[in-house]
């Protein structure tokens, strides 16, 4: 008969506070409801606390049968699995300590980027709540203690994740000073270009179709980061055009938009050789109105612009971007002659749309403020994401509930999905489950989980498990849950 070590016994403890050595108040509590006659309470505390504790089914259906029967056996077979028990808590420990303390060593805590980037990371696979998340990693440090692995660098991982929260960790206090001071500094600059008029009539401004095309961005685009992207991609290869400048300028002064701003401060980014987050930012400040500064928004801005500035055609090519029938028109300077404006102004225009352009035609352009647009909004495909909405609940589960009880419904689903069977000793099998487990722990709060495009769902089929979705997982996991 195995016994449990001090260590074991110490971990156990930290897990379930109230837990008995010689004895377990769930399987107590059971056996009373039954005898009550509450079968449903019973039946829920056996599928839950009682199968998350003791997985192996002939293992607890003896726990259970020595406990029923008075059978002296019953302490034996407790201390055995409470052994078995405290082995799988130290094995997901030991794991989740390393995870989270992989990269605290290399981050350079003067570096805002990395520190924000790491912190952000840490907290996606933590909790979604951000003083949950101090909780969490505190109780790490204690496990790391107790186990005697990587202890120095869990209390530096917990301390990151405390300075991050409380808004204490003074490089990103210092770059969030510097966009503050940016910010204003661009302020200024909007100001002194609205006191610039110039010294022609406006009004006299007329835009053809292929110049709004240049300037405007889809209507449909909605989210800010989106709206930050979509300018960059419709300016950065028009920075050097002089005739777009001075496009962009009459517009802008006409229909009192920021196109002009936005598009000098990709101008002077890339005349002047700034860093793309540089540029991406001085377009943020003419994008909003006040001080704007979302972490996780920010993150997405830099990811996104790589994906998308990867794809971008090289100067002198305009991408093109399908766009709704326009808001209003961009530049062409009137003819002064009178004759051609009374011309025009007698001329009736045929509203143009999407699917028939019309040829040469000139718009006059209304006087009122045409909406600056804004992008998509991403739909979320975290693995908490997919617990919403096939539960069909408002809140994210508990991140610790969902990881103490999904791995029989690991097990089960893998058990359907062999397209290869495992010999006995191969050990396939537990690390398919392993597999499975890491991916919907790292993933559980990221946006942009894809199995079925990773690298992980090409490894389990080397393992001999066909799983191209995993739904199924989730699904089983609710189904067990019950």
């Not at 062409?332 to 040829?359: D, G, L, N, W």
């Not at 001999?464 to 067990?480: A, N, Q, T």
């Amino acid at each position: 008969m195995r016994t449990l070590s001090e260590m074991q016994q110490r971990i156990l403890k930290e897990e379930y506070p109230n837990l008995s050595l010689d004895s377990d108040s769930d399987v107590e509590r059971y056996f009373e409801l039954r005898t009550n006659g509450r079968q449903q309470e019973a039946l829920d505390l056996y599928n839950g606390r009682l199968k998350r504790k003791y997985p192996d089914d002939n293992q607890r259906a003896l726990l259970m049968s020595y406990y029923r029967s008075r059978d002296s056996r019953f302490r034996e077979m407790l201390g055995e699995s409470l052994v078995s028990l405290a082995d799988r808590i130290i094995a997901r420990t030991t794991y989740i300590i390393k995870l989270l303390t992989r990269d605290i060593e290399s981050v350079n805590m003067r570096d805002a980027y990395s520190v924000i980037k790491l912190a952000e990371g840490l907290l996606s696979v933590i909790s979604p709540d951000r003083y949950v998340a101090i909780a969490f990693t505190e109780k790490y440090v204690r496990y790391a203690k107790s186990l005697n692995i990587r202890h120095a660098q869990m209390e530096k991982t917990a301390e990151l994740i405390r300075q991050y929260v409380t808004d204490t960790i003074e490089s990103v206090e210092d770059l969030k000073k510097e966009r503050e001071a940016r910010r204003k500094q661009q302020v200024r600059r909007q100001y002194q270009h609205k006191n610039q008029q110039p010294n022609f009539d406006l009004s006299q401004i007329v835009f053809n179709q292929s110049d709004i095309a240049r300037i405007l961005i889809p209507q449909t685009i909605t989210r800010t980061e989106d709206i930050v992207i979509a300018y960059c991609l419709k300016y950065w290869n028009l920075a050097t055009d002089a005739a777009f400048d001075k496009t962009v300028f009459l517009y802008s002064r006409k229909y009192k938009t920021r196109h002009n701003e936005i598009f000098q401060a990709i101008k002077n980014g890339r005349i002047h050789g700034w860093k793309d987050e540089e540029i991406l930012n001085a377009v943020l400040a003419n994008v909003v109105s006040g001080y704007y500064y979302n972490i996780s928004g920010d993150l997405y801005l830099q990811k996104a612009w790589a994906r998308a500035k990867a794809g971008l055609l090289p100067p002198g090519t305009q991408v093109q971007v399908a766009l709704p029938p326009p808001a209003a028109p961009t530049a062409t300077a009137v003819s002064k002659r009178k004759k051609a404006i009374h011309k025009q102004k007698k001329q009736t225009v045929k509203p143009v749309t999407p699917f028939k352009p019309q040829k040469s035609v000139k718009i006059e352009t209304h006087r009122s403020k045409p909406v600056l647009p804004q992008a998509p909004v991403m739909t979320p495909n975290s693995i908490a994401d997919i617990i919403k909405k096939m539960t069909g609940k408002t809140y994210t589960v508990y991140k610790e509930l969902f990881f103490r009880s999904v791995r029989p419904s690991i097990r089960n689903t893998l058990a359907v999905s062999v397209v290869k069977k495992a010999t006995l000793f191969d050990g396939r099998q537990n690390a398919a489950e392993e597999l499975v487990y890491t991916f919907l722990f790292e993933h559980y709060n990221d946006p942009y989980q894809k199995w079925k495009d990773s690298p992980e769902q090409v490894q389990l089929l080397e393992f001999g498990y066909r799983l191209p979705e995993i739904e199924p997982i989730i699904e089983r996991w609710i189904k067990d849950s019950k």
